[in-house]
């Protein structure tokens, strides 16, 4: 017993000696990435993307695991109290890392405390999209079909408390407090699959999972809200050109890990996501997907990231009343 606690303590000194001692055997095992949206949306495509190009460089699969629910506080509680190992990570994205924060009354984890970011991956706009039977063929039209019908319109989001529900609350409020009423849904996929099906006239989500309805003629996008048009979509004009001053909502894509896990392997995972940033392959992949990419991966830039929109969105959380 008393050779064994040597060696083990031979074994901890050598680590501590060598911090990158770890990242040579990691990862030994398939790694979970978990999506904290419904499959079939914007983050779950982009996971699942990311998921393959760190499958390639770690030598390991990285497997995606759908964890929806709450706007995502539901997958990321399951993040945070997962072993800091580096075998349980995290796509988090604005709504789960800037607007939750706030929104949530009982929040289920720390945005900033309970996660060591790895990469800010990119950002998206935000879009308004109807049905084709409604009678809008632009934002200014919508808005004046809401106003002129007060509480007779509803949309559809990813979820309460989410991007998506606050953009759209953001709209109304900054075109005079018009009155339409939210149906939230389990992630972006089957909100987005209703308003097709014609059961909600509108819909508020990420720009990129609209166009291509819109180009099919299954949904109309009447507004970008961003703060220039989509490279995705540049004929669609912005809310902001529309006449709707302030209207600037996007997302991101947050790559995340536990609280704890070892500064090795956040620059293990660092390297692998910054070889994919820097491929042309993946820049064309997420600028499929309508969003800006980044030119590579910096964990301090990540947490700089959150922690600014964490600013910005709070005072918009508060105004809107909106919690969950």
């Known amino acids: 017993m008393k050779r064994r606690a040597i060696l083990q303590s031979a074994v901890a000194a050598t680590a501590a000696i060598h911090p990158f001692a770890r990242a040579s055997t990691y990862p030994n095992r398939f790694i979970k990435l978990v999506i904290p949206f419904a499959a079939g949306g914007s983050t779950d495509v982009l996971g699942r993307k990311l998921a393959v190009r760190l499958s390639d460089t770690l030598g390991q699969s990285v497997v995606v695991e759908n964890r929806a629910g709450s706007a995502g506080a539901i997958g990321c509680a399951f993040v945070a109290k997962s072993a800091p190992d580096g075998y349980t990570l995290l796509l988090g994205t604005t709504g789960t890392h800037a607007i939750n924060p706030t929104s949530m009354v009982k929040p289920a984890y720390d945005a900033v405390k309970d996660f060591e970011p790895i990469a800010l991956l990119g950002i998206q706009p935000m879009g308004i999209a109807v049905n084709p039977k409604v009678p809008a063929n632009n934002l200014k039209e919508l808005l004046d079909l809401i106003r002129n019908n007060p509480g007779r319109y509803t949309y559809a989001s990813a979820g309460n408390g989410g991007i998506a529900h606050l953009s759209l609350e953001l709209l109304k409020s900054l075109a005079g407090g018009l009155k339409a009423d939210h149906v939230p849904y389990k992630g972006g996929a089957p909100a987005l699959q209703d308003v097709v099906g014609g059961h909600v006239p509108i819909l508020s989500d990420t720009f990129s999972s609209t166009v291509p309805y819109h180009r099919s003629g299954a949904l109309r996008v009447v507004a970008c809200c961003g703060p220039t048009r989509s490279p995705a979509a540049p004929d669609i004009p912005t809310a902001i050109e529309q006449g709707v001053a302030g209207m600037n909502t996007s997302t991101s894509g947050l790559f995340l890990a536990p609280a704890g896990t070892p500064a090795d392997i956040i620059a293990r995972l660092a390297e ?53």
């Open 272 to 324: 692998a996501t910054d070889r994919a940033l820097k491929s042309s392959g993946f820049q064309a992949e997420l600028h499929a997907l309508g969003m800006t990419a980044e030119s590579g991966a910096d964990p301090r830039r990540a947490g700089e990231f959150i922690r600014s929109e964490i600013a910005k969105w709070a005072p918009v959380v508060r105004s809107t009343g909106t919690t969950m």
